[in-house]
Each structure stands twice: as structure tokens, then as C-alpha cells.
């Protein structure tokens, strides 16, 4: 005997369920796939916690008190870009990646003079 005729009952694939079996199959393995374990990294800044970082009015200390430490921080010139990056990472075999990019821009003063936010989605068959 087969596996198949061991799980299923007697004469299970004269019934129409039996023709909808295999797409049900299809349909169950495909969503189970594109779910997936969600993996997070980095900072995650919200739009509130944004909004209180004024541009030619916050400091450095302001802006480390309301988003923490950032990523990463780059100096050119003697003025100072802080970047907070976030990306969500979500399934298993389809990598679907979103990314936010916060880029807080410093004067030679430690006075913020620009905020720059990039987003990006991607998605990848592993």
C-alpha cells in the first residue's frame, strides 16, 4: 500500500474534495512559506519621536535624549550626520526586507540643520 492510501480514507479520490485537494495543498504550503519568522535590526524611530527634533533649534543632546544612540555617525568638514537605520525583515523562503533610513544632519555648532528619511522594500528568493 501506498502512504498516500494509508492517511486517506477508502475511496477518498472519487470524492470532489479530491479535486480541490491538490490546490488546497498548493495553497496551504505556499502561505506557510511567504509567513515566515520576522527579524528586526537597528533603531527604530518613530514619525512622534521625529517630530520633536527641530531643524536650526535641537542639539546633539536633544536628539541623542529623544532617539538614543545612533547606527552610525559620520563627520566631513568638522560636521557630524548621525543615521539611524531600521530595517523588518519577514519570511522564509521570500525575503521581504523594508528598510527606514533617519539622517540627522549637525552644523559645526552641534545645531541640527537637516533630516533626511529614505525608505526602501525589497524582496528576494533565497
Known amino acids: 500500500m501506498t502512504p498516500a492510501r494509508l492517511c486517506l480514507p477508502v475511496g477518498f479520490w472519487k470524492t470532489p474534495l479530491a479535486r480541490t485537494f491538490p490546490l488546497m495543498l498548493v495553497l496551504a504550503i505556499l502561505l506557510g512559506v511567504s509567513s515566515g519568522c520576522t527579524r528586526q535590526e537597528g533603531t527604530a524611530v518613530s514619525p512622534a519621536a521625529l517630530s520633536r527634533i527641530h531643524e536650526g533649534v535641537s542639539t546633539m543632546a536633544d536628539v541623542r535624549h529623544i532617539l538614543g544612540k545612533p547606527d552610525q555617525i559620520k ?3 568638522g560636521n557630524q550626520t548621525w543615521i539611524y537605520r531600521h530595517s523588518l525583515r519577514r519570511g522564509w523562503f521570500t525575503m521581504r526586507t523594508k528598510t527606514k533610513k533617519v539622517e540627522i544632519y549637525f552644523s559645526f555648532k552641534g545645531i541640527v ?14
Not at 540643520?113 to 533565497?126: F, N, Y
Request: proline content about 0%; aromatic content about 0%; glycine content about 0%.
Open 113 to 126: 540643520r537637516q533630516i533626511r528619511v529614505t525608505r526602501s522594500r525589497d524582496s528576494q528568493m533565497l
Open 75 to 77: 563627520t566631513l568638514l
